[in-house]
């Protein structure tokens, strides 16, 4: 198997390919991520979803892949009770997530503005025949990871359909497989902690993290992340460091971490459990628990 990588949509884009396949392969992810990329970054003030948050009020007919992801996002909303939120934009920009990760250094105490909760993603309105969209006034969609997870999917697809497997794509810990690796029962996946790490035996489906590991920054002298609890616009208050699950596609494992995570440990895990997710909860003070059916048994220190 033969390594590549390149960097899309704010992180790292890693894959495992067949050596012969490999340059294939990255064309055809790296494209496919670009494409993703430029139609919906809210960090390119050129790209398709910062136009449609410029005309909010405005119906505007958008491309196949905007509207895909919309819907995808607007059914985790109303399957999550709002956990899951795509239109906490300007709250992120209030606490000074404005640019792309790797831009963003400390910002100001205060940007003058009150925090305010979420929930209008649910006077977003869809025309599907003609594929407009009319988000409501003051209203601006920012994906988040489910946009990731589903350009996961998407490339482990179009890998499938040129016939290039096994493989694995990973986009910044969110990942997939196609198959299992020459000569071996699983992919050894790598679940980091704070002073430790353990490797997950994945067989097959997807896998996605979210947590404060990366992603956090200093506003004055407040520590921020970008996990918000649409009930405050503020980020998350809990004790957790980062929430992992293991299902199908990588679209359900992004948007199951996130809601588990801004649920935190005691009605995250009822979340998981419901739905039949495993999921493995690690808390800042280093200590873990899993969720059924997590591989418990077959992980490595």
Known sequence: MCRKEFRAMGTTISMLLPEKQAEKGI?????????????LSRFLPESELSRLNRQAGTPMMVSELLYTVLVAALAAARTTEGVYDPTLHDQLVQLGYDRSFEQLEAVPASLGEAHNQGGAWRHIQLSPHS?????????????GGIAKGMA????VERLRQHGIRPALVNAGGDLAVLDLPPRAAY??????????????????????????ARRHWLQGQTLRHHLLDPQTGLPALNDLWSVTVVTDWCEQAEVAAKVAFIQGPQDGVTFLRQQNIAGMFIHIDGSWETV??????????
């Open 131 to 143: 594929r407009r969209v009319t988000l409501p006034m003051g209203c601006k969609l920012d994906f």
């Open 292 to 301: 059924a059916p997590w591989p418990e048994l077959e992980m490595h220190t």
């Open 27 to 39: 064309q055809l992810v790296y494209l496919l991520f670009l494409e993703w990329e430029q139609t």
């Open 152 to 155: 996961v999917d998407a490339a």
């Open 187 to 212: 992919w050894p996946i790598a679940v980091p902690a704070q002073n430790a790490s353990w490797t997950l035996p994945l067989g097959r489906g997807a896998m996605a993290t979210s947590g404060i």
